[in-house]
């Protein structure tokens, strides 16, 4: 049976920091309020001529490069999303073409978890031999679900996207657990009201501000906090393994306390675990690759490392993996090859 092997990387981040104080200019809020709740002290936000698509492409692309794989050799292109471009077409279908691939594309609609969840989806294709290549990318555009009059989400969330090429190999590595959960009945914890067809956008749900994300802080931190580290040791148990075996834990970037209590709760210290939530807030389902492709870039994966995946968000829903890397992934040999994040 073939194996999934990451082989390739890459994330793009909007040039435009927009920092605490810069948000403390147009609203109630301060430095250190924002970072004494989340650990974040600036984010990215896209400009006007980038879109959700534009972003992917990027990012995709960076990760085509690194791995050394031409278009044309990618047999399937998975985009987590939660925030395309367009409720129709999907965006999976924009990067195939932007990217010049000649391949099925499929949108995953997971809220924070979707990298994750097609990244497993990835690993099915490739071990039932269905195909060898697959490009999967984690990317979002939230600054403009925003509302500037409520600090408790405009502050949190950023824009960007993370890529890798998952491709089939002999070599036993890949993915060796996985963990994927879901309870609608917290669906209106983390929501957008308006612009689906249970509530149309309209002049009243605009004036409202329905058509920005809507968060409930206090059950979403409670919902975090329980469900990481629980998913994740699911995932290790089944995957045969403890925390010992965890050479990087690789979190949803949404807060710096959920990440630490996840941490401590599974006994990790503090040189195994992937912290960019300072430099780029929530980018939702992108955080998770964006972490990935910065701790590669970045000499802390090794070949033959096991690497352990966790995220939750809208749905509600959580997610977690067990991933080993080959002993053989010709991209780690020049970490600094795709180390560019604009």
């Known amino acids: 049976m073939p194996h999934a092997s990451i082989t390739g990387w890459g994330h793009y981040a909007p040039p435009n920091v927009v920092t605490n104080d810069d948000l403390a200019a147009h609203m109630d809020t301060s430095d250190e309020w924002i970072r004494s709740r989340s650990g974040i002290r600036e984010r990215r936000f896209a400009g006007d001529d980038e879109t959700t698509a534009t972003m992917s492409i990027a990012a995709g692309q960076r990760a085509l490069d690194c791995a050394g794989v031409d278009a044309s050799a990618v047999d399937l292109v998975l985009v987590a999303s939660s925030s395309p471009d367009y409720l129709t077409p999907p965006v999976s279908s924009q990067v195939q073409h932007g990217l010049g691939i000649h391949a099925g594309a499929m949108q995953l609609t997971v809220g924070c978890t979707g990298f994750i969840y097609a990244l497993v989806t990835a690993q099915q294709f490739i071990s039932t031999g269905a195909y060898d290549t697959i490009l999967v990318v984690g990317a979002e555009l939230i600054s403009r679900w925003l509302s500037w009059e409520n ?24 993915l060796q657990s996985h963990v994927l959960g879901s309870d609608g009945s917290g669906a209106e914890h983390i929501i957008v009201p308006a612009g689906g067809v249970a509530q149309p956008t309209s002049h009243e749900a605009l004036d409202a501000n329905l058509q920005n994300v809507k968060m409930n802080g206090r059950e979403v931190f409670k919902f975090a906090t329980r469900i990481m580290g629980e998913a994740l040791t699911q995932a290790l148990d089944k995957a045969g393994r403890s925390a010992d075996d965890i050479d990087l834990f690789v979190p949803h970037q949404a807060n710096k306390r959920i990440i630490d209590y996840a941490a401590a709760e599974l006994g990790l210290p503090e040189e195994k675990v992937m912290i960019n939530v300072d430099r780029y807030g929530n980018t939702s389902a992108a955080t998770v690759p964006i972490a990935l492709s910065e701790a590669f870039q970045s000499g802390r994966i090794a070949p033959g490392d ?37």
């Open 306 to 342: 096991t690497l352990a995946l966790v995220a939750f968000g809208a749905g509600l829903t959580w997610a977690a993996a067990i991933v080993d890397l080959a002993t053989d992934v010709p991209a780690l040999a020049a970490p600094s090859a795709q180390a560019h994040t604009a």
């Open 151 to 174: 600090r408790d989400t405009a502050v949190l969330f950023g824009d960007g996207a993370g890529a890798v090429v998952v491709q089939a190999t002999r070599e036993p590595c890949g």
